[in-house]
């Protein structure tokens, strides 16, 4: 599996030109599945229980699609992949329970950033585990843009320590590509308030007017966790959205063609 990761700002359109991108490789016949292809295949082959199975088989395409993350997370498979996940990354796990950020949330919110954690290795495991290697897999947020919701304060002007950060960006799996998608703060507040789905949720309880500075100030926090994982040899590769969608996902092809993950 070549394992692709986006970072950027909510807001940046992280999820929509990773299915942009998706569809535009698989339409020139190129090995390329997004995190919920992946997910799917694999749980038809490994999830637990007669219903399970049957019901992925039998749904519409787009339906099983739509529900195979929902399956996953209520399955026994979810928890035996995310045993083997923090068997093998054990350390990225007690650096999450012994982060400041961590120890100084609401037991809530401690909860929540746990289980979010272990689902993303969950799934992570599951798909490098059933995925070819000549498939490229397309993460919408993966283990470096994990970091953000992971240790990203809004309550907090400053960014978690550095050598924290690079410490554990050494125990999650290393990505074989990065796309860091770069819009500015004011275009990602208004794409933000217009989605129907609503504020992402360390924003819902924020005044409208607080959005833009809180999203100025994570702005400069990715970039700063940006340049550190590429310090460390992350391959990270900066996107300017700012143009046409058709311009930026031609030259990721052209990116994912040449690291030899297409057939």
Known sequence: MNHIEFMGLPGSGKSTIRSLLAESLQAGNKACLTMEQALLSCMRKRVDGYLFRCLLRVLP?????????????????RYD??????AAHAGAVAAVLASNEFRGASSHERETLLTWFLLTGAQYQLIRDGIGDAVSVLFDEGFVQRCVSLFASFGHASPPDREFLSSFLDLVPRPDLVFFLRLDAGTCRERILARQRGLPGRLKDKDREEILPRLESL???IEGLADLAAEKGFPITSVDITGSPDESVARMERIIGAMGGST
């Open 61 to 77: 395409p787009a339906l099983a699609l739509k529900y195979a993350p929902l399956v996953f997370t209520r399955s026994a498979l």
């Open 81 to 86: 992949c995310q045993n083997a996940f923090i």
């Open 219 to 221: 702005q400069g926090w």
